[in-house]
């Protein structure tokens, strides 16, 4: 069956570069999250989106943005990194429903690493 | 504040045994948790959930039980075996969020001996 697609798989950009990263949901998913998860630490969410308008927003720093486009896919653009973006970001789908009773598939992440 | 706690950050069990996995909660909005496993180098993988009205789940060799009044949930594996060896993480969903804004625990990482 077809899953999340991130796209890099690794990443590495200098400080005060962009970045951008890819995700392309499982197919009729309507809705797209995205986390970050730095070394040691648990996944913290960033971002999410519903039939591409932004739906929920979490710890996403001002730098960060991200939308979602009308083939679902999402993107998250970084600018002016900085040594502490460095981190495994992951993005997740999922069918929206009316009862909460459903779970986002994650895919297998973009290692961002600044220097 | 940590509002999804896994106070274990490593477990390890011999194959065959029971691995019991714990996560605490303090936020009495979550209506719904689930469990996710993750292995190196890839993203977190569903392996099973419980909403908030029930006390257990259960899925093959893998049960959620729910203690609402003490905000503790537990993951049983039984018997455990050697794939099972992960990083697990436990998390919450908001009433009314969303089904991925979910908050996570820091996982806890299992290791199941031969």
């Known amino acids: 069956a077809a899953g999340v697609i991130q796209s890099p798989r690794h990443l590495i950009k200098e400080k005060r570069e962009t970045a951008t990263l890819k995700c392309y949901p499982i197919p009729r998913h309507d809705t797209v999250y995205w986390y970050q998860q730095g070394p040691g630490q648990d996944p913290q969410f960033l971002i999410s989106?519903?039939?591409?308008?932004?739906?929920d927003k979490g710890s996403i720093p001002d730098r960060f943005s991200a939308q979602q486009f009308s083939d679902y896919h999402s993107e998250l653009n970084m600018s002016s990194l900085e040594l502490g973006d460095s981190a495994l970001y992951f993005c997740?789908?999922?069918?929206?429903?009316?009862?909460?009773?459903?779970?986002?598939?994650f895919g297998q992440g973009t290692r961002l690493t600044v220097v | 504040d940590q509002q999804v706690k896994q106070n274990s950050p490593s477990l390890s069990v011999q194959e065959g045994r029971i691995s019991i996995l714990n996560c605490d909660y303090t936020?009495?909005?979550?209506?719904?948790f689930l469990w996710y496993k993750k292995y190196p180098a890839e993203g977190p993988t569903f392996l099973i959930s419980i909403s908030s009205i029930k006390d257990k789940n259960e899925d093959g060799r893998f049960t959620v039980f729910l203690n609402k009044s003490a905000k503790h949930l537990s993951l049983h594996i039984v018997p455990s075996q050697p794939g099972d060896s992960a990083v697990y993480f436990c998390?919450?969903?908001?009433?009314?969020?969303?089904?991925?804004?979910?908050?996570f625990g820091k996982g806890t990482k299992l290791s199941v001996k031969p």
């Open positions: 936020n009495s909005m979550f209506d719904y």
């Open positions: 998390a919450a969903k908001h009433y009314g969020g969303s089904q991925g804004n979910l908050i």
């Open positions: 989106f519903y039939e591409k308008m932004q739906s």
């Open positions: 997740a789908s999922s069918l929206r429903t009316g009862t909460g009773g459903t779970e986002a598939f």
